[in-house]
T-cell receptor, first 113, second 110 residues
Framework: AQSVSQHNHHVILSEAASLELGCNYSYGGTVNLFWYVQYPGQHLQLLLKYFSGDPLVKGIKGFEAEFIKSKFSFNLRKPSVQWSDTAEYFCAVNGGSQGNLIFGKGTKLSVKP | EADIYQTPRYLVIGTGKKITLECSQTMGHDKMYWYQQDPGMELHLIHYSYGVNSTEKGDLSSESTVSRIRTEHFPLTLESARPSHTSQYLC?????????FGSGTRLTVV
């Protein structure tokens, strides 16, 4: 069965620190990859997505992610976090027989001002 | 701003009651989904639909049922709510790989 693993359950950073959130998936076929963010009390919002082409994807709010096919990874990065980045981040893969999104367990990011 | 709407936003209900969680989208998407999300856990797909009169169960077994009589509407029903149904329920729709999520319904069964 397909699965998505997010390595960090809770990450605590100070403002201006660099961020990298890990995401690995298990699916051997062609995949579409997503990162979603959920701010407290709000709905899931798309940060960025990868379908094909340049494996380095730039998203909103200064986030980027790199698809490394050989490692089945799609890690999320941001060079300098802000307090407003405090949220929960979900990695997701769309590659199943049903074509539905499979989510990781999420990583809670807390940024200290 | 999301074009997918869920009501109610919060619901506290007694055991044994029948409830319907509403989900509507204005984008004309054929594909719609219901996910269940518990704190600290991944979203689990419980139902999906690829169009009118099409409904399927997802990866996570659920005692809820869904219907898709109109493209824009995808309600989820629990015939007899139990405390184990306490969770957040997220509705989504998609087209060409792009997904849009509603704000969710946080259900508490007491």
């Amino acid at each position: 069965a397909q699965s998505v693993s997010q390595h960090n359950h809770h990450v605590i950073l100070s403002e201006a620190a660099s961020l990298e959130l890990g995401c690995n998936y298990s699916y051997g076929g062609t995949v579409n990859l997503f990162w979603y963010v959920q701010y407290p009390g709000q709905h899931l919002q798309l940060l960025l997505k990868y379908f094909s082409g340049d494996p380095l994807v730039k998203g909103i709010k200064g986030f980027e992610a790199e698809f490394i096919k050989s490692k089945f990874s799609f890690n999320l990065r941001k060079p300098s976090v802000q307090w407003s980045d405090t949220a929960e981040y979900f990695c997701a893969v769309n590659g199943g027989s049903q074509g539905n999104l499979i989510f990781g367990k999420g990583t809670k990011l807390s940024v200290k001002p | 701003e999301a074009d997918i709407y869920q009501t109610p936003r919060y619901l506290v209900i007694g055991t044994g009651k029948k409830i319907t969680l509403e989900c509507s989208q204005t984008m004309g998407h054929d594909k719609m989904y219901w996910y269940q999300q518990d704190p600290g856990m991944e979203l689990h797909l419980i139902h999906y639909s690829y169009g009118v009169n099409s409904t399927e169960k997802g990866d996570l077994s659920s005692e809820s049922t869904v219907s898709r009589i109109r493209t824009e509407h995808f309600p989820l029903t629990l015939e007899s709510a139990r405390p184990s149904h306490t969770s957040q329920y997220l509705c989504a729709s998609s087209e060409l790989g792009g997904y849009t999520f509603g704000s969710g319904t946080r259900l508490t069964v007491v």
